[in-house]
């Protein structure tokens, strides 16, 4: 069982920046892949960023350029710098870690970007 904790949504001006941090309950450097998602009202859950164990990323082309994700094996927590931030990345931000092929989640934190 991997317990994971979102730390710093919050409300933001549009081109301002934000810092995500999800801190997992166990040793992450045996989790191959984490990642980011995002959720708005009445759509699926999307994938914003994730990072393979080696360092690995990939971002969807909307953050491309604006979001850098990181992971710290040594504190066990997971970023995700967000950059020039525009009203359409309000959403629900969640953590993800896939455990053999299961799935973890976090709580989910809140990112509103005002325009």
């Known amino acids: 069982q991997v317990q994971l904790v979102e730390f710093g949504g919050g409300l933001v001006q549009a081109g301002g920046s934000l810092r995500l941090s999800c801190a997992a309950s166990t040793v992450i450097f045996t989790i191959n892949t984490m990642g980011w998602y995002r959720q708005t009202p009445g759509n699926e859950r999307e994938l914003v960023a994730a990072?393979?164990?080696?360092?690995?990323?990939n971002y969807a082309d909307s953050v491309k350029g604006r979001f850098t994700i990181s992971r710290d094996n040594a504190k066990n927590t997971m970023y995700l710098q967000m950059n020039s931030l525009k009203p359409e990345d309000t959403a629900v931000y969640y953590c993800?870690?896939?455990?053999?092929?299961?799935?973890?989640w976090g709580q989910g934190t809140q990112v509103t970007v005002s325009s």
């Open positions: 993800n870690a896939n455990v053999n092929g299961r799935d973890f």
């Open positions: 990072i393979t164990r080696a360092g690995i990323t």
